[in-house]
Every structure is written in structure tokens, then in C-alpha cells.
């Protein structure tokens, strides 16, 4: 058994450098431009679907190849997004959030860096209300239920959490397996 578990540390030292290394290289890559702030912010609550969406960033961005922004609803239907315009930092968008639906929607955006080099991400936003202001009451409140539950279960949890945070739980995996291992031998 004490093969094995040299074999077992061999391993797992390996797998800390390539981790390492990998985190090595994710920081670098961080360097250029990174949002620095949008509106609507990620997280909010909003009583009426936003007209437009600014996305301000740490350096100059311009417009990437394909669609710079993208707004889907809780129903899985986009928004029609028109006049995006990249200036200086700030990339904007006109929305159309007719068609609007109270809950959680997702709002990824792309921009091209200064050096060349796309950047991405997404986070969600909450509408409250539904756009329409002609829909009777009773279909309101029959679908608020439905459409509370994917705020309580946001997408953006999982796409919200730092990448070393998951190489943190990740080791901490692997220790647990390790210590179970040479216990039960």
C-alpha cells in the first residue's frame, strides 16, 4: 500500500503545479480591459425593462465580430437589441424589452480589447414587472409564482463564481480523498 499512496502524492503534487500553472496564466489574461461597471448593475431589480445598456470598462473596447450584446428573458426569448456603439471605454445598447417578462433575464456581452483580444461575460438582471400594462391582473398573478422561482435559483451563481475560488474547492476535494485513502489503508 505504500505504493500506492506515494503514487497517490506523486499525483496530487502534479495536479497542485497544473493548477497553479493554469491560475499562472488566467492572471495575465485579466490584464486588459474588464467591466468595470453596467447599467442595469448585475443583480438589480428593476420595476420596467431598461430602453438601453451601457457597459463601462477599465480600458478602450471596441465592438467585436457578431453580437456585442445579448439579453435573454426568463422564457428563453431575446431581446431585439439595436445601435450598439462602442466609445472610448463604454459600449451601448439599445433594447427592446417589449416583450419583457418578470424575472430573471441574462445579459452576456462581448468586446474586442485594445490589444485585439475578445473579452466576455454575462450576468442577470430582474424585471419585476412585465412589460405589458394591458395583460389583466388574474394572468399577473398567476404567473408571478412561476416566474419568482428562477430568482431564487439565478443562473449567475454559478457563472458569478471566482474561477480560484472553484481550484480552491477543487484541492480541497482532492486533500479529503487522499486523507480517506491513506486511512483506510
Known amino acids: 500500500m505504500g505504493h500506492y499512496a506515494a503514487h497517490v502524492r506523486r499525483y496530487f503534487s502534479a ?37 438601453q445598456i451601457e457597459l463601462t470598462f477599465s480600458d478602450t473596447v471596441s465592438l467585436p465580430d457578431g453580437d456585442a450584446v445579448t439579453v435573454t428573458g426568463p422564457d428563453g426569448a431575446k431581446w431585439p437589441v439595436t445601435q450598439t456603439h462602442a466609445v472610448d471605454r463604454t459600449i451601448t445598447a439599445k433594447v427592446d424589452g ?7 433575464h441574462t445579459l452576456e456581452w462581448r468586446a474586442q480589447a ?20 394591458a395583460a389583466p391582473t388574474s394572468s399577473v398573478t398567476m404567473s408571478a409564482p412561476v416566474s419568482n422561482t428562477p430568482v431564487s435559483t439565478t443562473p449567475s451563481d454559478s457563472g458569478g463564481v471566482p474561477a480560484w475560488l472553484w481550484v480552491v474547492v477543487g484541492l480541497i476535494a482532492v486533500v479529503g480523498a487522499i486523507l480517506l485513502v491513506r486511512r483506510k489503508a
Open 114 to 133: 485594445d490589444d485585439g483580444d475578445i473579452i466576455s461575460g454575462k450576468f442577470t438582471f430582474t424585471v419585476n414587472v412585465a412589460a405589458s400594462s
Open 15 to 51: 495536479l497542485v503545479l497544473a493548477l497553479l500553472a493554469a491560475t499562472a496564466v488566467a492572471v495575465p489574461a485579466q490584464a486588459h480591459a474588464e467591466l468595470k461597471s453596467s447599467n442595469p448593475a448585475s443583480g438589480a431589480a428593476l420595476d420596467a425593462p431598461p430602453q
Open 98 to 104: 417589449a416583450a419583457a417578462k418578470a424575472g430573471a
